[in-house]
Each structure stands twice: as C-alpha cells, then as structure tokens.
C-alpha cells in the first residue's frame, strides 16, 4: 500500500514530454484550442491518480497494479452549480452510473469519474462521501448524490478483482484536478487501458470554432479501450494492418468512454445530440462497437451558469439549431483526435503475469502515413 | 360526397348542450380553467371535421362513414412560431407522424392532426401542402415540412378501408380551428371512436396551478379509443363492471392520442416527462395499456415563443425542476378527467353493419357512484 | 458494529404475524399465486439483511441506522443462467446500475440488489467480488460483472451519511435469499423506507393466469418510497386525505423500484412493455411520480433458461405478443397490490433525531373502505 | 401524366451498365454477396417506381419532376409473415412513419417504401390501400395497417411541393419488386437525391460470412441524400476536396435512409444494435450528421418466419451475443459500401430551374485514389 501511495502521489508530471499525434505528422480537421485538450473549455478540470505497482504473476489482492481513477469536473473545483447534459450509449457493455437523473432532469450535479469495472462501486461511494463532505444538508436534512461514474475493463494488464482502488485514490484525483495541460496515456483510469490492441489510456482534443460559427470550444476526453488491430484507421488509413506484430486478442475487445465538453449553449436536447456523434468519430477510426464494448458517452455545456438556482424560473440561452453543426463536425474531429492522442501517448507496458501490450510505434505510424501520402511534413 | 360536405359543414354547434363529467357529479381534484379545456392555455386552437353519412352494410368506399379530422394548432392559426415539444409511448401500437424531429429538435413546427388509422396518410399530406400555400419557401428554395399526425382506429363503426378523410377535410379542421369551447365526443378525430367499450371520441380538460406555484394552466386534450368496460374506473369506482350491458368485445381494444399544452415555461427535457405522466392519470382510469393499443402523447409548451427566431443565440426561460410538480399532477388530473369528458359527450353511435354502441349511461354513472359514496351532490 | 451485526442476523422471522392488504380486507382483481409474491414465480429468491441499530439525535458514522439490503437472485443461488430483462424509467431521480448491458444484451446476468442512495457503491463491488469468489474466469483470463444495484433514499430515518451498509451485508442478503413467502415492510433495503408518508419499505404480490391464459405467474416486489398521502388511493379510495395525521412532508418525496418477474416466454422487447406497465399500478395507487423521485422497475423472464449457453444459436420461446394482455394486466395488478402491502406490513418506527413515522393505521384503513362501500367484508 | 406513367414504366433496365465502386478500384473490406446487394439476403425483394419528366423552370404541379417510390419487401411478395425489426435515428429531422410499432412489437409487418419528404402521405395509405387489397379482415372484421414509410428531401431538383407521386406508383414499385440485381442511382426514391454534393440516390451492398462465423448475409439498401462535399471521405481519402468543382450548397444538407436486412437469427434487441452500426458506417465516410438530416435506420431479420403465426407460443433461434460481431462489421462495411455505390451509379442530373448536380466522375475518383495509395488495380 505504501508503494501504491507513493505511485499515485508522484505522477503528477510523467507522459507529457511524449510528442501527440499532431507532432508526429498525423494530420487532423479543424481548430484545435491552445492545448488541444478538454480543458480548452473554461472552466473544466482534470484530475488523474494513476496506481502501478508489483509486477510477474497475478497475486489476486496484491497485483500487479496498473489502474487509476480520472475524475473532470465540469465547472471546476470551486463551482458546485450543476451544467445541463446528455448521454448516449453506442454499446451497452459497460457502466456509467448515475445516467438516469442526467436523461430526466437534464443536469449533470457533480464530477464524472471514470475507473476500472470492478472499482465503480467504491469511486461511486467516494463521490457521494466527497459531496457530503463539502456539501452541507439542506434546511429539510434532505440530500442525495447520484454521482456519475464510468469504467472500462483492464483486468489483462491490472489485478482487477484486487479491488486496489481505494476511495482517497478518488479524492486525490478530485483534488487534483485543475485546469491547463492534460496528462495523456498511461494515466488515472486509463492506466492499465489497452486501445486496438496497442498500449491505450487516457486521450484529449479540442476544436474552436470561428468567430462567425459563435468562437466557442468543443473538448473531447477519452478513456481508450476498444478495438482491433484490425480494423483501426488513422487519417483514414487502416495502419493496424501495416502494423500488425504483437497484437493482443485479435479482435475487439475492451471499451471507450467518453466526455464531450463544450461553452456552446445548448440544452439537454441538443447535448444528447452531440453525445450522439461520438459514433461518428468513432466510426473514422474504424469501430464497429463490438459486442463486448461498453461505448458510453456524455456531453455537458458550461455555460448558463444560473440554470440551477433557487428561483422558480431561470433565464437561459440556448444556440439555434441552425446553427449547432459546427459543434456536431468539431465532436467528430476531437473524438478522432482523441482516440489517436491516446494511444501516442500511451507507453509499452508490462502487466499481470509478465503481459505486455505495446504502444503504437511512433516511427511506424510516420512510415505508413507517408505511404498512403498523408504524413504532414 | 355532397352528402359528407354537407354533413361537415355542419357539425359547429352541435354536442356542446350535453352535460360534462363534472355536471354529473363526478368528483376530480385540482382547478380546472375557465374552458376545462385545452384551450385554456392561451393561443391553442382546436378546430374538427366531422363526417358522417350512410348507415345499415358496409359497403367499402361508400359508407357507413363515421370518421373526422381533428387539429390542434400550438399558437393558433396565425403564428407559425414554433413550440418546445417532446413525445411518449405508453404502448406503440399507433402511429404519429413527426416524432423523430420533435424528439431530435426539441420543436414542434406545425400542428398536431388526429384522424383514423388509415387517414394518417392523407391528413399528412394536407398539412404539407396547407404549409405550403400559407409559407414560402426560403431564399434558398430549401423547404420541407414533418407533419404530426396521430390516428386511433375507428373501423368498428366508420368504413375505414374507405378512405373517406380527403385533403379538404383537414384543410377544414385547421381552418376552423379557434380557441374557446371544445367540442366533444362524436366529433372530429373521433366521431367514430369507442372508449371501454362505451362510446368514446374526442374529450379535454385543463388545471390551472395557483399563483404560488406560477399560475400556469395545463391543459389535455384525448382521441379517446381504449380500453375494456371490465377495467374502466372512474373516480376509484369500477364502473363499468356495475354496467355491463352492451359491451363490444371484451377486452381491451383500441388506442389513445393525448395532447398536453401547458403556458409553463418547460423545455424539451420537461415535456418528455410531462407527456409520460398521461401514463398515470389512465393508470387512474384503469388502463393497462393493452397489446392492441397505440397510446401516444405529444406535450408542448407555449411559453418562450421566441426560440426558434433567426438569432444565433436564443434567450429563453425554463421552469426549475424543483418546481415541476404541480405540472406533473395537473397533467395526471386533466388526462383523468378529459377521458371521462370524452365518455360523457359522447352519444350512441350506430355505424357500419348496424352496430351500435352505446354512450355511457349518465344516470347509471351517478348511481353507481352515489353506491360507493363518490357522487358529488 | 457488533450490535449491527447482531441486528442483522436476528431479523430473520420478524413482521411474518402481520396481516396482509387482503386479510384486512382491501379489495384487489385477479388472482394471486400461492404465496403472493414474486417468489410465486419458481425459482426467484429473495434475502434480506435489515440493519437496525441505535437512536436518538444523528451522529453521521454511528447512527441511528435504519437501513439494510435485499437480494433478487432470478433463479436462485444455483443458477447462473442470465434471464432476458429490460428496464424502464418513470421518473429517473435514482439509480439502477447495470441498466446499459441489461437493454443492449437483452439479458440480466446475476442479482438485482435493492439498497439505500448513499449504499449503491459498496453493494456493487461486493456483488462483483461476489461473483468473483463464485465464478472462475474463463480461458482467457477475461472476466467482468456489471451488477445491477438500484436505491431509494432513506435518510430520513437512516443515517444514510454514515454509510452502514457493509460488503459484508450484501453478501449475507445474497446467501440468505431463498424461495418462499417473502419478509415485508421494515426489512432489507426498505427498512427505512417511506411511502405516501406512511412508513413503507418492501412488499411483493403476485398474480397467476388462467390454464387459458397460459397459467404464467408474474410477481412483482417493490422496496416503496415514494408519494405523498394527499395522492394515496388504496382501491380507488383518497384514503391518505382521510388518516391526514402525523404526515411526514406534505409532498412528493422519494422513489420506488420494482422488480418484475414472470415464467412467461418473454423476449426483452415484450419485457419492457412489462415494465412500462409498473407505471399504470403506480397510476392506480395516485402516483403522479414526482420531480424527486426514483421511479425505475426492472422485468425479466424466468423461462428459456438455455438462452445463454455456449452454443452459437439458441432455441427459444416466445409467447405471442396477441397473447400478453393477460401478463401487462396481471403486472399492473401485482403493483398496485405490492405497494399496499407495503404499507401494511410496515410498522411505526423512530430513527434519526428522534423521527418518527407512522404505519398505515389498518384499522382506520377499514373504516375508510367501509365508508366508500369498497371492504372485503 | 401520360409522360409521367411512360416514364414510370420505361426505367426498368436502366443505369445497370454503369460499374460499381468495385469495379473502379475503390476498396473494400470484407466479402460481398453474389449481388452485391440487400437481395443477397434470400427473399428480399426490391422495386422502383422513377419519375422523371419535363424540364425547365419551376412550375409547381407540373414539374420538373426527378422522384419515385422504392419498395423492399422483406420477404417479398409471395409471404406475409411479419420480421422481427428494430429502428434508429441518427438525426431525426426526417421521417419514418409505423416506428412506433416496429420497436414495441419488434416486427415489421409488410414493405419498408422510400420515397419524397412530401410524399409519405400518399404511399402511406397507398400501403394501406395495397394491403387492404392484398389481405383479407379477420373474422371479428378487425384490421388496421402502420406503414413503413420514409423519405429523403428531393425538392432541389424535383417539384416536390407538386406532389407527384400518386397511388399508382407506390402499388407499380411493390408489383415491380423482385429479387436479383438492385438498380442504384437516380432510382426509385432516390431519383432526384443529392450526396455529398454529388448526384446520389439508391446505393446496396453486402456482406456474407465465412461459414465459421455462421454463413449468414447481410445487406443493405441506401437513399442516399446526405452530406457535404469537403467531409466525403471514400477508403479514407478525403476526396470531395480533391474535386470541388460544382458543389451545391458548401454545407451538409439532407438525409439519409438506410435498410438493413440479414438471414441472421436476430431478436429486436439485436437488431436494434445493427441499426445503431449504420452510424459507423456514415463515420467512415465522413458523415457528421448534420442538423438538417434524417439520418434514419431500420434492420430485420428473415429468419424466423414462423414467429407470428397463430399459436400462442412461439419456437425460434436467437445467434448468440458472442457470436453477433461479425453481424456488426458487416452491417459497417456494407453501409460504407452503398454509400459509394449509390454515388457511383447516379448521373449528372437537370432539374428544377435548370440546377444540375454532378456525378461523381468515375476518373477523378480514380486518381485521387491512386494520389493516396489506395486505388486497388
């Protein structure tokens, strides 16, 4: 445990000297925000404990440990107002906790967490602790949490039936969270991820649309852990078959979730239709949502701060419909860009019983860029 | 055919000397409008065809015709703005046209028609082409229209494989759409529909929230077609089971439409969960949505009628969810009760091949319900 | 804890003497099993572990606890054959994790657990390690559990803050499910549970079809939380407007969640026509499912019990959907009669800060019946 | 009219000695059918209805008219057994009439037709009218019809608001339906559609599985009218911005239509996945779903086809979740696939007001392929 401390206390600075995909010449539509990253949208958060630990045989309990907990905060630490949001599922296999009540009241109250499956429970429990702790009851002694949680399945680099999450690994994440850069990779819950059969994790884009198209921000954050070798595509170009040595289970497998950030003010209804093109993005990249994959995806707006005050009616703004496809097209990019920031920045890494999936080798993905001519020199 | 004109043509006045459930001392809870109506929601306008002709053996294209068209228009006849919408399906066994876009859009653009089963196709027609002739086209030459139009089946009494509904005829219920009284029972939409088994057709109702609770008025309207005798209560009391005489096939056959206006500022979100609260006011009733049902409901709010103007960026209010329940329990209430105006207007029908159904007895009713201690003296 | 855990293993035989809706004379259709339970379905079992300790003023961690969990296991402990199921939501301010695999896979594989809101947490991990101690992972190392773990909110009573429940009590309310009557009111996760501010908690009842019907047996168990005794209506009867005593907060507050069980041959589309029907009991019973409120029912199947073998394709049956009017009435009946059960198993009880709430007086039950012409004599 | 009905009847062989995306290079994963197409799938029956006539200036009511009617009988003409089907909405502005029944029955009973935005009326109850004609009451003289209808807007090239399409040609594309090789391009509903700024239309294709993965077939049939030229994406190469002469409107516009049919024994609840993976195909080729489509799905299965007979409990097979991905890829592929096919095959059109789209030109496309390395020789 004193090694898990120590693991999750000193992650802070690791994976971002790593280049992304833009760096390597992997070209990409449209304007990304000045760190290309989900936190391009004022006011959202990103904290990560990143837990890794022991290594050789599976030890149930013991480990090797490679996961984490993410937490994004929509408005940030200091705010506590709820933002408007939506949620869709591409394919159900997979956990996000706490939808209901964002489909009914079209609110998101609180962060969203993603983990490991098997470690929903205790991020769930924490959550709710985290809130009663800073919340205070109201006047009626009523108060309730339905915290938001969502996990991918990492079990074959991580000792997921050892329960290794602990709630203050939640909290640290939660605390941690801030604005500015945003670790990519073998981080927080992404840490044990593994994405087309290469190393996966955590991944991050953003668009900024015109000044015309409204200025506003679109942030997309990943936790990447779906897919074939087979069927992936990178700018349209099916790499993992030019690249096909050490793949894992040679087929899909696994999970992605995904968080949609954006300034835009759009209302529940028009959140839930960009939660909806999350698929799109996906479907450049070459998914076919397999069987086994727990494709969840929610999308909140920042803006219209006031709409959760104590008054019986709120004033609110809302983008005209016309006017929303700049936002729709900026979702499919930053998912795009996303899912290949993940695994660029993801690291080789060695798990349970000595397995280990590689990363995407960079040099590789220039060759076979340049080959179909779509390396950006 | 000179027959059916004339026969819809005259159809203004009639049915409104009959009393209303709540003349006949049927207890409801809550505070209707001035109207009970839908049309107690400012700006709604209800307009009906009625056609009626021919009697004794079916002959399919001439009669018995015992059918209609009824319109419902938002904001009445001269605004074209648009309304926050949302739709539900208690059972799908129904047709409504239009409801993708509502449910994607979050409007509804236009009215709402109800007809027979086999008129759908011709009222959506119509109102395409009743757009048309009011509208134009914009600079760009880019036009389209989704109508919605919703049917219950009437081919118990009315020739339905006839096809007696032609385009004037829905041209005729948004013509003489206006707001006022409602007409009920045998008209329109539902000229020829049975409602557990007694005769049914169109009824409405409305509550109007105090002014602590904003002053809001809810309004329902129903094409009331559902439901076996054995399960109909009203007021808590099994009635129907108490009447037994000359039910039609004992069991539950036959679908409802409900439309809910409301002058409260809800969005798309809000109207979702108001239009599935019509589920719990025919839980009231005795409904289990039977196999054969299509039991859909359309809620639409009147309130921020400038949200689909040509700004970018729409300012506009939204009820806080805290405050959403008397809505809720309005609706529940006026669903009760437009279903037993329905029942309650409605007079015997005799349509195709002599059958006759039979209107709900008004003196049975207060009987019965003075034996459970239920008749409001 | 040591009184907790005494508290828990103690409460095996309790509230059993309690009469029933039916024994104190509340009228309700259809024919109920055996038992008048879910458990009336063959093969579903049901445990509890109650958690009753301390009282007097709240001290968050300590108690006083009123609080507990209940185990649904579809086909008991020996089975591990997943059932088709699907979900519905009539209000979604709650949770029931689990529910994204459940509607894509058609299938619910393993228990539905039944808690408190801040216990959602603990209770799914310890229904994956649950299942973990119990199942081994297949060849390849690749195993995961997506429990379904659904809540209501009893902090009223409970020192829901405190987070009592243990993984220890969920695994006891797993071991200890069984078939046979089934415990009511103040027990499991309905311990401290209130319904139309009368104390509520956990009822069942049960219906059985005709052999012309098919002979099916549909079970439906709530853990009842909800409503405010304004709206209560018991056999069509405003019984709450007539024992106005001792209420609790004079509205809407709080949840419910019913499992729905069948051994009709339904495929998962039929089944969430199943659960839709829930929301025309609660409609029966004066729900009008407030803003606050949890209203989330889960069906699933007993039959074809070979649906998830290894094979690539199964053989199944499916009841014809002419023929399920039987099973959407006889679900809406069991609900209504669940609900009242409830209410009068449960017993006056004292919890936090000295609250208290009372049982349904059955006694002022009947006189009210009595006054309304509607008691089984 | 005379000219309309000559050239209604006068398209059957037309359009077929244009080559297919195939036989131009453009690659493609996985292995079609022996056709290629939806008729791949035994049974499946397909016909067109075109309308093309005069030329010129606008005249609404006279023309020009570029539209028609598309008719997929899931098992053609000869059987009347209802599919189990699913639907999805990509992007509701669009229209697919009877859904409602599709998702709460989970069968499709009778044709899946196509046509214009302005039309579904009219071959709605030409449907109807056809069944009507076809079946015969049962003996409680019971019978309704909830067509499938659905549409892509064509009013660009055609006099949509003409209203054109007349009884006769939606009966003429269900009597014309047949097995074998599918005309593609400006047919049937898709005569007058624009894609990706290209002339589009009707596009198929399929998929057929190794016998290890079950041998089944999938296919799918496209009216394709969506999308903007810079997003087209063909193999992954961005090839509308390598041809940008003579696009239309710079900006995503339009629909489309997707049918979905395989032999796999699938439940609703798969199928309704299948549905969703439409998406991913769009994805591929750069779709993003732009507010103004109708981006609108429907899969069946013909397997089964004893599934609504007259007994109350049905035997069927279901595949196996494990085994449903292969399902999935080929659901993806052959979407990408028809995409292309229907731009293939269209032809530089002349409509309305002179406007021509363009064809994809067939050596342009060739080029860029081979710019990117992907043109297979």
Same mark, same amino acid.
């Given at each position: 445990?004193?090694?898990?401390? %120590?693991?999750?206390?000193?992650? &802070?600075?690791?994976?971002?000297t790593?280049?992304r995909?833009?760096?390597?010449? #992997? ?5 990304p925000?000045? %760190?290309?990253?989900i ?9 990560? @404990? ?14 090797p440990?490679?996961t ?6 929509? $408005? ?12 869709f599922t ?8 706490g939808?209901t009540?964002?489909?009914?009241s079209?609110f998101?109250?609180?962060p ?5 499956? !098997?470690?929903?429970?205790?991020? !769930? ?5 985290w809130?009663?702790?800073?919340g ?5 002694g ?21 329960? !290794? ?7 640290h994440?939660?605390? +941690?969270? +801030?604005?500015g850069?945003?670790?990519e990779?073998? #981080?927080?819950?992404g840490t044990?991820?593994i994405?087309?059969e ?8 953003s $668009?900024?649309?015109?000044? =015309? ?20 595509r990178?700018?349209? #170009? ?6 096909p040595?050490?793949?894992?289970? /040679? $087929?899909? /497998? ?8 954006t ?8 959140l =839930? ?10 479907? $450049?990249?070459?998914?076919? &949502?397999?069987n ?12 219209n ?27 499919v /990019?930053? @998912?795009e860009?996303?899912?290949i ?7 080789t ?5 000595n397995? @280990? ?11 076979? %860029?340049k080959?179909?001519?779509? %390396?950006?020199q």
């Amino acid at each position: 445990m004193a090694c898990l401390a %120590l693991s999750f206390m000193a992650t &802070a600075a690791a994976a971002q000297t790593r280049p992304r995909a833009r760096d390597l010449g #992997v070209p990409f539509d449209g304007t990304p925000g000045s %760190l290309n990253a989900i936190t391009d949208v004022k006011g959202v958060e990103v904290g990560h @404990t990143t837990l890794i630990s022991g290594e050789g045989a599976l030890e149930v309990g013991v480990g090797p440990v490679r996961t984490g907990v993410t937490a994004i905060l929509p $408005r940030g630490k200091e705010s506590e107002a709820a933002v408007f949001a939506a949620w869709f599922t591409l394919n159900g296999n997979g956990e996000m906790t706490g939808t209901t009540w964002v489909q009914d009241s079209g609110f998101l109250d609180g962060p969203v967490m993603i983990t490991n499956t !098997h470690s929903v429970g205790v991020v !769930h429990d924490a959550v709710t602790a985290w809130k009663v702790k800073r919340g205070k009851p109201d006047m009626e002694g009523y108060w309730w949490s339905l915290p938001v949680v969502a996990e991918t399945w990492d079990g074959y680099l991580n000792d997921i039936n050892g329960f !290794h999450v602990k709630p203050e690994h939640a909290f640290h994440a939660l605390e +941690r969270a +801030r604005p500015g850069a945003v670790e990519e990779g073998n #981080v927080g819950g992404g840490t044990g991820m593994i994405c087309n059969e290469f190393k996966g994790g955590i991944g991050t884009s953003s $668009r900024v649309l015109s000044v =015309k198209e409204g200025g506003y921000a679109v942030g997309v954050l990943v936790q990447c852990n779906y897919g074939d070798r087979e069927q992936l595509r990178i700018a349209g #170009v099916a790499v993992g078959r030019e690249i096909p040595e050490h793949t894992v289970w /040679q $087929r899909d /497998q696994g999970s992605i979730i995904a968080v949609v950030a954006t300034d835009a003010p759009l209302i529940p209804t028009q959140l =839930k239709r960009v939660a909806r093109r999350v698929s799109l993005g996906l479907g $450049r990249v070459g998914s076919y &949502a397999g069987n086994g994959s727990g494709d969840i995806f929610i999308a909140f707006s920042t803006a219209n701060p006031g709409a959760t005050g104590p008054e019986a009616v709120h004033a609110f703004s809302m983008l005209s419909n016309e006017k929303i496809n700049s936002i729709f097209l900026a979702t499919v /990019q930053a @998912t795009e860009e996303a899912v290949i920031n993940a695994m660029v920045a993801a690291e080789t890494m060695t798990g349970v019983d000595n397995r @280990t999936v590689i990363a995407l080798p960079h040099e590789r993905l220039r060759e076979v %860029l340049k080959k179909y001519n779509r %390396l950006v020199q």
